[in-house]
């Protein structure tokens, strides 16, 4: 069965994100410039990082469905059967449905902001698995989140693949694992993806595809201010640059300004120099230790971890 999504997210009388809109002109007005990374997902960001996980550069995805394929047994026994499976993003098309085929849960909840993927991605699934209940839940899934009173009493399993985790600064990241402990209560279960420190050119080339899809994920943050927050940013001025930053362990992108530049957004007045950067992404990528201690941070323990073949990538399974 497939429930219509509750919708959580808060909205102004013109119906703009008040979060985003927040996030923006805080980010623009800091002397590095800097948009919090989970801004690029509204539908059209949404369908474009599809696209970048099928890009032959792009090697996290297929990493972690070759783990999740490879491994399935192992990692059901583990887990066992008849838990609410609860999914931090709206689910992928190849990964959600490898670990739902393998663990038979009772329930799946996909928790994501971005309303209309989410709904046509649970409709998706709930076609692919009859018997299972779908629950979608439009939420900003960074704060705890209330889960549908439908998976009350089942046990639960947070299941965050894709190394969104590195996406965030360790103290985010630590906030975030904690609420999504609240979210799931005492006793859960927790299966997640984190990318591992690499070779710099395979990092730098997985984030910069000679296609440009990256480059037009990255850009279409601007366009989406421009759509949602009445704003004049001229795209042509900005172009998309991927560097590893070794202090951090982890891959930033930002919006290079190719010539001096005035905008304004939601009648705020904006300026950038040639050669200054807006900061949009860090791509944390982590070793076996760095992955152990945030999840511990976060309150969580490591029970198992898996990597695939090549050892690019891990998926760790964690208790509270
Ligand atoms: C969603 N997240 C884990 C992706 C990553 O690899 O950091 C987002 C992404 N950004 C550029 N390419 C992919």
Redesign the pocket.
Known sequence: TFAQGLKLVERDAEGVDCAFRADVLEGLSAPQKAIP?RW?YDDIGSEL?ED?TRLPE?Y?TRAETEILTDRAQEIAQLIGPGHAVVEFGSGSSVKTPLLLSAIAPSAYVPLDIAGDFLRSSSAALAAKFPALDVHPVEADFMRRVELPHEVTGLPKLGFFP???I??MIARTATDLLRSMKETLGEGALLLIGM?LVKDHDVLIA??DDAQGV?AA??CNLLARINRELDADIPLDAFAHEARWNDTFAR?E?HLRAQRDVSFTVSGKPFAMRAGETIHT?N?HKFTRRSGHQLLAAGGWEPRARWTDAAGQFSLVLAES
Do not use: K, L, R, V
Request: no cysteine.
């Open positions: 990374a690029f990082f970048i792009y996290p894709g190394s969104t590195g996406n990318d997985a984030y990256t994920f990255n891959i992108m992404e791509s």
